[in-house]
């Protein structure tokens, strides 16, 4: 017999992958090829499918990694809408199909960068609280730690990634000394509660001091279980 069996490895492994890492596979892409065609390390690429944005230097070099990586996916409009989880229109009936075109904030969404947080200006409800923000150091000056109270790293790392949107210097990311936080907090040694209290009303949740708390004002978030999108 004349026959012949190739051995095809795969491309990925297939249990837990996130929307992008099936748009590639869909493609029949390697990680490989697809950082090569977008012009990004392999490295980058792993961290935009596993939602580690927090991993760039900067906000701008996770949003030009994704808008290059969607494109050496080709992703287009409709696409795009389904990653970001948002509602897709009806498919239009034409026989020439519209320009593929990468929807940047679609993208964004779905690697929950939220980059509108850094857009809108936090001020105070009055002037004494606007003044006192005013004083503060600028967020990249401020050194964070996140870490997993609740088991779920991926939620952790979606804290992360929003932390850092913010502009703040993501230091370490890792597990917390147990799983029983029951919610996300900012955490804060003695005299740095103005600190803790600006990012933990950015993020929308409480701010605690830190139990024996010592040494500068570097802020500790432990995230507890996932509220739902808009935590």
């Not at 009055?126 to 003044?131: A, E, F, S, V």
């Not at 799983?179 to 509660?193: G, H, I, L, M």
């Amino acid at each position: 017999m004349n026959s012949r069996m190739e051995l095809v490895q795969p491309l990925e492994p297939v249990g837990g992958e996130s929307r992008l890492a099936r748009a590639r596979l869909h493609r029949q892409l390697t990680l490989d090829e697809t950082a090569r065609r977008a012009g990004i390390s392999v490295e980058q690429a792993r961290w935009l499918e596993e939602g580690r944005v927090y991993r760039f230097p900067s906000p701008d070099d996770a949003l030009l990694s994704a808008l290059l990586y969607g494109s050496a996916l080709g992703i287009d409009n409709r696409e795009a809408r389904e990653l970001a989880g948002l509602p897709v229109p009806p498919a239009p009936v034409e026989r020439n199909p519209l320009p593929r075109l990468v929807v940047l904030g679609a993208i964004l969404i779905a690697l929950t960068l939220l980059t509108v947080l850094v857009l809108i200006p936090h001020t105070g409800s009055d002037g004494k609280k606007t003044q006192s923000a005013a004083i503060l150091p600028p967020p990249w000056r401020v050194d964070v730690v996140v870490l997993n109270g609740s088991g779920d790293i991926s939620y952790t790392r979606q804290v992360a990634s929003r932390v850092q949107a913010l502009g703040y210097t993501i230091k370490h990311v890792g597990r917390a000394d147990s799983f029983s936080y029951p919610q996300t907090s900012v955490y804060f040694p003695p005299k740095c509660e103005n600190l803790a209290v600006r990012l933990a009303k950015q993020l929308g949740v409480a701010a605690r001091p830190l139990p024996g708390g010592t040494g500068p004002c570097k802020l500790w978030v432990i995230a507890g279980p996932a509220r739902g999108p808009g935590e």
